[in-house]
């Protein structure tokens, strides 16, 4: 058994993009990893098992909510005695030397977190170094930049579970991720971000956010997300319970027609420049 453990969930959408996931992973400067795949209801994982020389670790996780699967996902990790977790979502694709940089940096921090590139195929990158447009290379990254938005996710994070806690996920929360890292931080981990390797970040019609304009339905669907982000951090620490009220005060105000494109034509018209995830649905000023 190698030390780090590379962690995905495939999924039956996730199959059209399977052979640029599994290239990125065969083409990795450093080879000493197994693969955890979790199993929600892919059919054709045969791609990741033709990896040569590579463990494969497949696991059927069909039923299970995303919490749920992210939680058994660490946990599993825990309790097979890995050092170090680097996340990746199937239907993206990384830098060649993603795992090697995580690695590196894991010797000095508990969580890496990477930059994006944005692309909607191999052949049609949008936007390289996304993240680094507002956030500098080997910068601490510490719970007051992940207050009001995210730039943790599942495919371009990294953890050494050595002060790593387990904890507990909502089912109802969208954000999962923005709460795993947000609680971490929040119980001592340290993290960096780091612009030498990147995760290309693959936006289609099934990417559960993607970085695209504003809508309504964004916007609703950003308030939900904010307002229930904010409701369980708030049980675990009271710095955010004056987030919560002013969302919940925010989303009531929301619920008429006129005022929500009112809103909208605001935020549209100031926007804000790279924005990180969700940071774009909020109380400006």
């Given at each position: 058994?190698?030390?780090?453990?590379?962690?995905?969930?495939?999924?039956?959408?996730?199959?059209p993009?399977?052979k640029?996931?599994?290239?990125?992973?065969?083409?990795?400067?450093?080879?000493?990893?197994?693969?955890?795949?979790?199993?929600?209801?892919?059919?054709?994982?045969?791609?990741?098992?033709?990896?040569?020389?590579?463990?494969i670790?497949?696991?059927?996780?069909?039923?299970?909510?995303?919490?749920?699967?992210?939680?058994?996902g660490?946990?599993?990790?825990?309790?097979?005695?890995?050092?170090?977790?680097?996340?990746?979502?199937?239907?993206?694709?990384?830098?060649?030397?993603r795992?090697?940089?995580?690695?590196?940096?894991?010797?000095?921090?508990d969580?890496?977190?990477?930059?994006?590139?944005?692309?909607?195929?191999?052949?049609?990158?949008?936007?390289?170094?996304?993240?680094?447009?507002?956030?500098?290379?080997?910068?601490?990254?510490k719970?007051?930049?992940?207050?009001?938005?995210?730039?943790?996710?599942?495919?371009?994070?990294?953890?050494?579970?050595?002060?790593?806690?387990?904890?507990?996920?909502?089912?109802?929360l969208?954000a999962?991720?923005?709460?795993?890292?947000?609680?971490?931080?929040?119980?001592g981990?340290?993290?960096?971000?780091?612009?030498?390797?990147?995760?290309y970040?693959?936006?289609?019609?099934d990417?559960?956010?993607?970085?695209?304009d504003?809508?309504?339905?964004?916007?609703?669907?950003?308030?939900?997300?904010?307002?229930?982000?904010?409701?369980?951090?708030?049980?675990?620490?009271?710095?955010?319970?004056?987030?919560?009220?002013?969302?919940?005060?925010?989303?009531?105000?929301?619920?008429?027609?006129?005022?929500?494109?009112?809103?909208?034509?605001?935020?549209?018209?100031?926007?804000?420049?790279?924005?990180?995830w969700?940071?774009?649905?909020?109380i400006?000023?």
């Amino acid at each position: 058994m190698n030390q780090a453990l590379f962690l995905t969930v495939v999924y039956p959408e996730c199959e059209p993009f399977l052979k640029d996931f599994v290239s990125s992973l065969a083409r990795q400067t450093v080879k000493t990893f197994d693969v955890l795949l979790l199993n929600d209801g892919c059919k054709d994982t045969l791609p990741v098992h033709e990896l040569e020389n590579i463990p494969i670790i497949e696991i059927n996780v069909f039923n299970k909510t995303p919490a749920q699967i992210r939680e058994y996902g660490i946990r599993y990790a825990i309790e097979k005695g890995y050092k170090y977790i680097i996340f990746g979502d199937s239907d993206d694709w990384f830098d060649e030397n993603r795992i090697e940089v995580s690695l590196d940096i894991l010797s000095n921090y508990d969580i890496v977190v990477n930059d994006l590139n944005i692309a909607y195929d191999i052949d049609c990158v949008i936007k390289k170094k996304y993240f680094s447009e507002r956030i500098k290379d080997m910068q601490e990254v510490k719970i007051e930049d992940v207050i009001d938005k995210n730039l943790f996710g599942l495919s371009n994070t990294a953890i050494k579970l050595d002060n790593i806690k387990m904890i507990s996920v909502d089912e109802g929360l969208i954000a999962i991720d923005w709460f795993i890292y947000s609680t971490f931080l929040l119980t001592g981990a340290k993290a960096c971000f780091t612009a030498n390797t990147s995760t290309y970040y693959r936006q289609h019609s099934d990417n559960t956010i993607g970085i695209s304009d504003l809508t309504e339905d964004k916007l609703r669907r950003g308030l939900l997300v904010k307002l229930k982000h904010y409701h369980e951090m708030s049980k675990l620490h009271n710095r955010y319970t004056k987030f919560y009220y002013e969302y919940k005060e925010l989303a009531s105000q929301l619920d008429d027609q006129a005022m929500i494109k009112k809103y909208l034509h605001e935020l549209i018209e100031h926007p804000i420049e790279f924005p990180m995830w969700w940071e774009e649905v909020g109380i400006r000023g």
